[in-house]
């Protein structure tokens, strides 16, 4: 069964609003979260890397302030899209790592298909 | 700093027949490799990955992927294709040594399986 949870799965939201996208590690105690968007038809770009009690790290080109990002416990990472726009609509996927299930494998979520009007 | 190549965006075989997915990797650190699965609007699903030890890696559905270093490949095989096996296919690599876990995709493959 799934070992990550990704809430929810599809939002559709007007412009100017904020999403809150979450991510929880179900079975296990996860140091680290990431945080990727998907684009159709491309790959997994990632956005940022999050660690437990601390700042996340976020990647070349994505705005902090944008894209927020809390890991407030070692089963929970929530995204917030703030103010959204329409180019803000695409497919976000979280994974999560560490733990009792080790550090060399990720464990994704379903991911959640952002739709901004 | 590591990259991932996937020769073949699109690839389509006969149900029964061999499939092939071609990844080549760039790491100036001895890698960790994967191969993961998408089905359509859904999340990631690990087929097999290599850490250490013996080159040829068994995953889940019948797939195997085969290490060389010597060619920085890591190519994904399963000798009889099924319908159910027509899905996105990522390569992606990470760094052994890193403390961060991250992990570089390739573009991806699409895998089409034809009755």
């Known amino acids: 069964g799934a070992v990550v949870s990704q809430h929810p799965s599809r939002v559709i939201c007007k412009s100017g609003t904020s999403v809150k996208i979450e991510c929880r590690s179900l079975?296990?105690?996860?140091?680290?979260m990431f945080w990727y968007r998907q684009f159709p038809k491309q790959s997994l770009m990632l956005m940022a890397t999050s660690n437990e009690g601390s700042k996340a790290t976020y990647e070349q080109g994505v705005e902090k302030d944008k894209f927020l990002i809390n890991h407030a416990s070692l089963t929970l990472s929530t995204l917030t899209v703030t103010s959204a726009h329409p180019e803000d609509s695409s497919f976000y996927i979280c994974?999560?790592?560490?733990?009792?299930?080790?550090?060399?494998?990720?464990?994704f979520g379903a991911g959640t298909r952002l739709s901004v009007l | 700093a590591q990259s991932v190549t996937q020769l073949g965006s699109h690839v389509s075989v006969s149900e029964g027949a061999l499939v092939l997915l071609r990844c080549n990797y760039s790491?100036?650190?001895?890698?960790?490799l994967f191969w993961y699965v998408q089905y359509p609007n859904q999340g990631l699903q690990l087929l097999l990955k290599y850490t250490t030890g013996a080159t040829l890696v068994k995953g889940i559905n019948g797939f195997e992927a085969e290490f060389k270093k010597s060619e920085t490949s890591f190519h994904l095989t399963k000798p009889s294709a099924h319908m159910s096996d027509a899905a996105e296919y990522f390569c992606?690599?990470?760094?052994?040594?890193?403390?961060?876990?991250?992990?570089?995709f390739g573009q991806g493959t699409t895998l089409q399986v034809k009755p």
């Open positions: 994974s999560a790592t560490g733990g009792q299930r080790g550090r060399d494998i990720q464990y």
């Open positions: 790491s100036s650190v001895p890698p960790y």
């Open positions: 079975d296990f105690q996860a140091t680290t």
């Open positions: 992606a690599v990470s760094e052994r040594s890193s403390n961060t876990g991250k992990l570089i």
